[in-house]
């Protein structure tokens, strides 16, 4: 009867592929490895995403996430307006694009690039730059900045780049910081830019 049964196709068809103590051991281990790898793999994955970055938490960038949404800044009318440098414009506005070349502006200290825009000497230089050109923006994209700025600017940045222009005075009185600077009350004090007119007194 056994010799029957062992040789009885349908019967090896039932039987199972774990044929030794060994392979019974591994597919036990399978069994248990497979799936909680796949559990840690999901523990992983859910606390992995609410990781929280540790400067998220310091108390100034908590506040500052959670201030209300307006807040009012006082401005006293009455302050006297400091007139910025020309080297603090550029700072903060004009070297965005003219220390980079940006937007193909003319590089402060390309000498090539400044000679043809030098000629219209630093009033026609101060126009186009309140007015704007090309890719340069009105008053460099700032209308805060005052002419007297935008003069200074001009001038640090043109005199790096080939002129020799004069840093225009304030309107009330010359800068202290600049004792060569034309006094303002001289309305015949021959403007910087214009060599020719100073030049003749020079000649016998
Ligand atoms: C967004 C970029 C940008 C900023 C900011 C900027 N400029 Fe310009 N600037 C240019 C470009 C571009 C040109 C060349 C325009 C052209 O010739 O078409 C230029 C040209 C000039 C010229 C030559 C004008 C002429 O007539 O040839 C002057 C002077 C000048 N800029 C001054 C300034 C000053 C001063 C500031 C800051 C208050 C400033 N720029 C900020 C892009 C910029």
């Known amino acids: 009867m056994s010799q029957s049964a062992a ?29 909680i790898s796949g559990i840690l793999l ?24 959670i201030q209300p949404v307006g807040s009012v800044e006082v401005i006293d009318a009455n302050a ?12 903060a506005v004009c070297g965005a694009c003219h220390t980079t070349g940006a937007a193909n ?5 390309d000498k090539a690039g400044w000679a043809p825009r030098l000629k219209l000497g630093l009033d026609g230089l ?17 209308p805060d900045l005052s002419d007297l700025e935008i003069a200074r600017a001009i001038v640090v940045m043109a005199n790096q780049s080939g002129a020799s222009f004069k840093e225009p005075a304030e309107p009330k009185a010359a800068p202290a910081n600049d004792p060569k600077a034309a006094p303002a009350n001289d309305p015949k004090a021959a403007p910087a830019n214009d060599a020719k007119k100073a030049a003749p007194a020079a000649k016998k």
């Open 42 to 65: 999901l523990v992983h994955l859910v606390l992995g995403s609410h990781a929280v970055d540790p400067a998220a938490l310091e108390p100034n960038v908590v506040a500052a996430r």
């Open 105 to 109: 502006a003319p590089k402060i200290g």
């Open 7 to 35: 040789a009885d196709p349908a019967h090896d068809e039932h039987s199972s592929f774990i044929k030794t103590p060994q392979q019974l051991l591994v597919v036990l281990f399978l069994s248990f490895a497979v799936p």
């Open 126 to 142: 101060l126009k186009t730059s309140i007015a704007g050109k090309g890719a340069m923006p009105a008053r460099g994209g700032v």
């Open 80 to 91: 006297p307006k400091v007139v910025k440098s020309g080297d603090e414009v550029i700072k």
